[in-house]
């Protein structure tokens, strides 16, 4: 097997990113879905900002949810071949760093969201789904920028049932 370091890979765009698992108290997952798309809550890193700090900031932001507080899970590093660059209307290379964090729902805590102008013209929904009903939402087209979403909550789902996390 063949290690390369990511400074070594030749991309148009690296971005690091953080999200959270929160689990419910029947075991439920809450997620996002915006574009067809379904991910855990969660967003890029601002500039200066730890990354445990992004994830409970875009918690907060996205779903209402203010944590003082959340475990480490893994880190995810996907390079992705054709990733679309909404912004600049352009499909290229890119490398994702995701940091997961993991915590209990306390609904003493949930709030009103303030989601993004992005994310309203969007349409983004929050979903509360069982892990075994993940997988069932996956599939409905075969965009590229779709199955790397589904790919990525797909693992670190699986990931957090084997640390016994779900």
Known sequence: MVVQEINDIKCDSCVRKAR??????????????????YCLPGGTVE???DTKVTAMRELEEEVGLKLNDCDYLTTFTHYHENFPHNKINKIGKRV???DYYYTDLDESC?????????ELEHNMKILRV????????????????????DEELS???TYAKVKGII
């Open 20 to 37: 959270v698992l929160v689990k419910d108290k029947n075991d439920k997952i809450l997620l996002i879905t915006i574009e067809g798309s």
């Open 110 to 118: 949930l709030h009103e969201s303030h989601p993004t102008n992005y």
């Open 96 to 98: 994702n760093i995701i």
């Open 130 to 149: 069982s892990p075994n009903e993940i997988n069932d939402l996956f599939g409905a087209e075969p965009d590229s920028f779709k199955v790397f979403m």
């Open 47 to 49: 500039e200066g900002e």
């Open 155 to 157: 693992t670190i789902i």
